[in-house]
């Protein structure tokens, strides 16, 4: 019952360059085909994120933008009601940088109590350019994202670089994780450091894994002491910035940053005493506070406050001591092209948590974090043997018997190309674009089941945890992997809570059903999925968070002589896991990689247990088992077809 509402925009509203025909205009804010009421509201101060201009690129990484993107954020929470923060988003949207516009929207509608059930427009379909190639909208019909073979052999894995489905879930994770906002609540999340630590681990272990099916070595890490080998040509045009992603070429050196125009200047030195201290804080097991007393690092919580750190974020235990190591690695290699500015160009994929992905180096530099973050785990092992917290065995519980059936026959995974045509329609700019279908192939893989025997000798019923997880067996050369080795390859494939009987139970788990994926349409959100009906329980559900592993690489692509891996499964004891919460919503079915919204990690082990963490008397998995877990041998066998999907 507001007079001033309506569904015209206020003239002043616009940009002066608009202004003559903004009777023309109407909001597109809140989808097609729905216009929203528009308010004549006070505008709040936006001078700070006003000042990146609108056709610049914006980076989570660089510090300034991140600065102005965190006010943004807050002035989108602070709105009273969701009339007046539309009302803000129509001013906003001609005005503020498209780029930072959205993600700072996102982290808002992700946050605010009265935005919780709504859509967050897909990033995909709001700024195609920055997931395809521009030839793929000139031809939509038959445009495919990446040459899939090449000379070169770093192309082998283009594939996984370059899915659309894996870069929407990166950019997924930093807007549910974001690092800087006065709200901290927001930022300060359960187990958000640990979560950056393993999340990212997760990519670093199924990337080599990739790797390895194809005939690679694993990533080699990067630390800065020498130039970058691998160049990269982004096939990606910004339509939004007008200017194409600028590439890096081969052995290209990272240099000291003085670009005013971003307002960075920054010497490569300190990245190398930020992790001269980061080590030194896992090598005393305790953390500089800014007051100068240590506090120690323990054994719940030391990896989680080093994850902070490292990242870092605002939860950081000491940012001006141990700075901004992680952020700042992406920002050094995204301008090594022009450190100083001198040749006007923006900053690479590197900078951008939507296109980092692509970039070989981005698993090199990731190698190097997750082998600093190892050094804490490796330093804290002699400990672990000892600690009743970290138990490894289910007295009464033993798992006969694990393995795969599917389509591909028992024991093996069939896995195949896949295309699928996305819409990649909905924009956040005025400019109507009508439908835009691209079609791309991918990774794709025969669904399948696990079957794991489990015998309970308790005489009483259960609960447990089952942990799925697949790992390759052998090294490049072709040698067992030993198991300090094979523990950082091990993927996550599954976890979930299971009433055990008393006596024999036989398990039968569906690969669909994974803690780690989203559904293929939940990653694209494809809007002609969509259910019609726009208030039905059935949109509701569609209208889910997109951070999750895309389903359709769960498993990596294998060879086509059967690439050999081992399944492991582990029971642990669900009273020793839990956590007490009840849960809602329907963003909690990828919770391994993701967590849960507004709700504690649903597992109180260690992130990546029970490999998080060397096993000094286990030199090979065999020797790791307790009678709680078992392993079957398996294949995964790239079919070399393609099918359409939707088709048989
Ligand atoms: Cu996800 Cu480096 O943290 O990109």
Redesign the pocket.
């Known amino acids: 019952g507001d007079d001033n509402a309506s569904f015209q925009i206020p003239t002043h509203y616009f940009p002066d360059k608009y202004k003559e025909v903004s009777s023309t205009l109407t909001s597109r804010f809140g989808g097609e085909g729905r216009a929203v009421p528009i308010r004549n509201i006070a505008i709040p101060n936006l001078e700070e994120p006003l000042a990146l201009a609108y056709n610049e690129h914006f980076s989570l990484?660089v510090p300034q933008h991140r600065k102005m993107a965190g006010k943004l954020i807050d002035i989108f929470l602070g709105m009273r009601n969701l009339e007046d923060l539309q009302s803000l988003c129509s001013y906003c949207q001609l005005r503020i940088n498209p780029y930072m516009f959205n993600y700072c929207l996102s982290v808002c509608i992700l946050h605010r109590p009265d935005t919780k059930g709504l859509d967050i427009p897909s990033f995909a379909q709001s700024f195609p350019d920055k997931f395809m190639d521009p030839k793929v909208f000139r031809k939509a019909r038959e445009a495919t994202t990446t040459e899939l073979t090449g000379d070169r052999p770093e192309q082998r894995v283009a594939y996984f670089r370059e899915d659309i489905g894996l870069n929407l879930h990166?950019w997924h994770?930093?807007l549910v994780y974001p690092f800087d906002s006065a709200n901290r609540e927001i930022v300060n999340k359960d187990r958000r450091g640990e979560l950056?630590y393993y999340?990212?681990q997760q990519?670093i272990a199924r990337y080599n894994t990739e790797r390895m099916c194809n005939g690679l070595r694993r990533v080699a890490r990067y630390n800065f002491s020498e130039p970058i080998s691998e160049g990269y040509f982004p096939k990606l045009d910004s339509k939004v910035a007008s200017r194409s992603w600028p590439p890096r070429f081969a052995n290209t050196m990272p240099r000291d940053l003085d670009r005013s125009v971003d307002l960075i200047k920054a010497d490569l030195s300190e990245l190398y005493n930020w992790r001269d201290r980061f080590i030194a804080a896992v090598e005393n097991l305790s953390v500089l506070l800014p007051n100068g007393r240590q506090r120690p690092l323990d054994e719940a919580t030391g990896i989680d406050v080093l994850g902070n750190l490292m990242?870092s974020s605002i939860i950081s235990v000491n940012r001006p001591y141990y700075g901004d190591m992680?952020?700042m690695?992406?920002v050094f290699i995204s301008y090594s092209h022009d450190p100083d500015h001198r040749h006007l160009e923006q900053f690479g994929v590197?900078g951008d948590?939507a296109t980092?992905?692509r970039d070989p180096v981005?698993y090199r530099?990731?190698s190097y974090?997750d082998d600093l973050f190892q050094l804490y785990k490796n330093k804290l092992t002699p400990n672990y043997a000892q600690q009743a917290a970290f138990k490894l065995d289910f007295p009464g519980v033993r798992v006969s018997g694990v393995s795969i059936e599917g389509p591909g026959g028992s024991n093996n995974i069939s896995t195949l190309w896949e295309q699928s045509t996305v819409d990649l329609s909905r924009g956040l700019d005025f400019t109507p674009r009508g439908s835009v279908l691209a079609r791309f192939p991918h990774l794709q893989h025969e669904e399948y089941s696990y079957v794991i025997d489990v015998m309970n000798s308790s005489g009483q019923p259960l609960m447990g945890t089952v942990r799925l997880f697949i790992a390759p067996t052998m090294d490049e050369a072709g040698q067992p992997l030993p198991f300090d080795e094979q523990r950082k390859l091990m993927i996550e494939l599954d976890k979930f809570s299971q009433p055990l009987n008393s006596g024999n139970n036989t398990i039968r788990r569906r690969s669909l059903d994974s803690s780690v994926t989203i559904p293929y349409e939940r990653t694209f959100r494809n809007q002609a999925d969509r259910p019609a009906d726009a208030g039905s329980a059935e949109a509701a559900e569609f209208d889910f968070c997109g951070c999750g592993w895309p389903h359709h690489l769960l498993v990596p692509k294998g060879t086509t002589q059967g690439y050999p891996m081992v399944l492991f499964a582990m029971v642990s004891n669900w009273n020793e896991d839990r956590i007490e919460q009840d849960l809602v919503g329907s963003c909690n079915d990828a919770a391994s990689y993701c967590g849960i919204r507004d709700r504690k990690y649903p597992d109180r082990q260690a992130m990546g247990y029970p490999f998080d963490r060397p096993a000094p008397n286990a030199s090979n998995l065999q020797d790791f088992l307790q009678p709680n877990m078992a392993t079957r041998p398996c294949t995964v066998r790239f079919t070399d077809r393609t099918r359409v999907r939707g088709q048989q």
Request: glycine fraction near 4%.
């Open positions: 990484f990166h994770w930093h950056f999340m990212h990519i990242e992680h952020n690695g992406h590197m948590s980092a992905m981005f530099w990731h974090i």
